[in-house]
């Protein structure tokens, strides 16, 4: 057995700084088979535990070992039906908690399996379609939003033998997967395969659907559906650091994220953007900083990420940090962005800055700002990210829909559902921000809930 | 549900067109002062614009816009027929005070078009109805025939005085307000026209609301592009807009959200 860990190809940062395909060049076969066969196959397996949807992870690597790559598919499709998502998105907590992992050592690269799994063994999809064709039982679901925990409930309600429909505010499916997530990270064709997927198992989508002004969940219920599932995920946080975005140049995130991710049907490369000059400053300490400061760097920007804490902070991955540095990122760990400067005509030309470092406050030992140490850093704009909250507008039409304290919609404790009958919520909406796999999770959990309600009606 | 298609198109005014698009789903539901997100093509910017008119008859929605960016002349283009890519809506949530006594309703320009709508609503609620109309020459006056039905007297106004009285919106106002008992006044127009009218009401203590031009990119409360400030709150015209306190809204922060949208 080898127990030097399989390196996964990437595409070199003077070339990929140019392009907005993929980084990340995934496994060939031979190398998926070398990294799976680094695995332990433990008989109780640490991995599995630390998967929020629970894939059997041991399972799929022994197929792979095997050789047998569609097989490994199917496998991983018993528990998630989005693996070419998961396998680039997820934050990986399976290989956190793999006994190789412990003192020090490399983990199974199992992010990178899943995905050559996806990428390699992908079987006909009329194959999955006539195996889940029977035992269709009379139910009609619907799902407001079609990201990940949408996509992940319908998948998992149709194998159950539900009719499910997915309604889309946009003309588009796949959420926060396509408006917030770039080309670089998954690529369209991937999402739209993915997609395809849960439509071909029997999804059906409508879009240009905005329920709650349109059609109401109520009306929803009495006229064609026997349950809802509101999967509407994240959207803008209003108010939030309002007075610093009034200066000119200040860009949220989500503007951003969505004028290039989905506005540019020409390309990421022609998206219609604000002026943002050449200096850029991104702030927040959020998801999303990357996914910004990556596409502003492919657009020929000189980017700069001012980061508030230590590298342990991070609301993304290490190596998406290391990633963006060797593509030409300014990091200015340690500090806080406190003041947007305005210039004579009222247009952002600065980001007033502190240096954190460790300290005691209480008695409890915080990052706290360094006296005098104060510096200023030239920019031509700043976005702002992180600006999220629940996406709760549908409780508006919905009478019996409470948000809570934290903003998000109500939901019985542990549950999905909420105060109304047959109306249940998921993800983001319901949960605040959520890594990937624990979106999907949430749709897989909330499709067992619908499955189990449906059964005792 | 999706599929949105041109009924009619025609030319009202210098680069100025009216266009019904049938919208089933849209015309069920839709209030006045509501606004959709319309995508002509597939390729082009999504647009924000007032849905003027709903005609349950023809399961449709009248838009009335200029043709001044390239999708607004994508969406010219369309010929009677075609499809419309995209047309998200009903949006916003366009609060009309009941109210006894006399309602003026104001537009310049295009505002005619959000005005119209409000106009017909306070009329069918038995209010008099004052429309006042603005425009810079005759031949970007918009809506005057049906305005002049809508509202118990109307009022015309243009920069240069090639149509009615030459002169502003608020001078107009002004002068009514000197002879009539106003309970409320609504104004569409361009954002200083608006402060000039929101400034005066406060002096004159008269309810003042502003209807202002749309702002929406995604329409779906993701991109906050569409915030604005009322009072201390700041709100999503997507999904409180587009009819606001005048009092209280903030124009500067609207001004520099409409230029970012290029609006």
Known sequence: MKNNKTTVGVQPAAKRIKNFSEVVLGFNKKQAIQEAQRCLQCTHPECVKGCPVGVDIPGFIRLIREGDLAKALQKIREDNSLTGICGRLCSAPCEKACILNKDGGRPIAIKHLERAVFDLGNIRLQEIFNAQASNKSAKKIAIIGSGATGLMAAANLVEDGHHVTIFDALDQSGGMLRYGTCEFHLPRKVLDAQIDYVRSLGTTFVYNTLIGQVKTIHELLLNDFHAVLIATGLGFETGADAARRQVKGVISSQELLFRVNFLSAQGPAKAVLPPLGQKIVITGNSFDAMECARILLRLGKKVTFVHEGSDEDLPFSLEEKVLAQEEGLVWEGFAQAVDFLPNNVGAVKGVRCLRLDFADKDGEWALMPVKDSDFILEADAVVVCGLYEANTLVARSTDGLKINKQGYLSVKKDQCATGVKGVFAAGAVAQGVLSLVDALAQGKKAANEIDAYLQKG | ?263
Do not use: W
């Open chain 2, 1 to 263: 549900m999706s599929e949105f298609r041109v009924l009619s198109k025609q030319i009202i005014a210098s680069n100025i067109k009216r266009m019904d698009i049938i919208a089933p789903a849209i015309v069920q539901k839709a209030r006045p002062g509501q606004f959709v997100v319309v995508m002509p093509t597939e390729k082009a910017q999504r647009l924000a614009l007032p849905i003027v008119e709903i005609s349950a008859q023809k399961n449709a929605i009248t838009l009335i816009f200029s043709e001044e960016t390239l999708s607004e002349k994508a969406l010219g283009d369309l010929a009677i027929g075609e499809n419309v890519h995209v047309v998200l809506g009903p949006l916003g949530d366009p609060v009309l005070e009941d109210s006894e006594g006399i309602v003026v309703c104001i537009g310049y320009g295009l505002g005619i078009a959000q005005a119209l709508p409000l106009c017909r609503y306070f009329q069918k609620k038995g209010n008099k109805v004052f429309g006042i109309l603005g425009a810079a020459t005759r031949k970007t006056l918009i809506l005057e025939s049906p305005m002049r039905v809508a509202c118990h007297s109307a009022f015309v106004t243009t920069d240069d005085g090639s149509a009615g009285k030459k002169g502003s919106v608020a001078d107009m106002l002004r002068q009514l307000a000197a002879g009539h008992q106003i309970a409320q006044v609504y104004v569409a127009a361009s954002t200083s026209l608006m402060q000039e009218v929101a400034s005066f009401c406060r002096e004159s203590k008269l309810k003042i609301n502003v209807v202002v031009k749309p702002l929406a990119l995604s329409g779906i409360g993701f991109c906050g592009t569409d915030e604005v400030k009322v009072g201390k709150k700041y709100v999503l015209m997507s999904s409180d807009g587009p009819i606001f306190n005048g009092e209280f809204f903030d124009f500067n922060i609207y001004r520099s959200k409409a230029e970012n949208l290029g609006v």
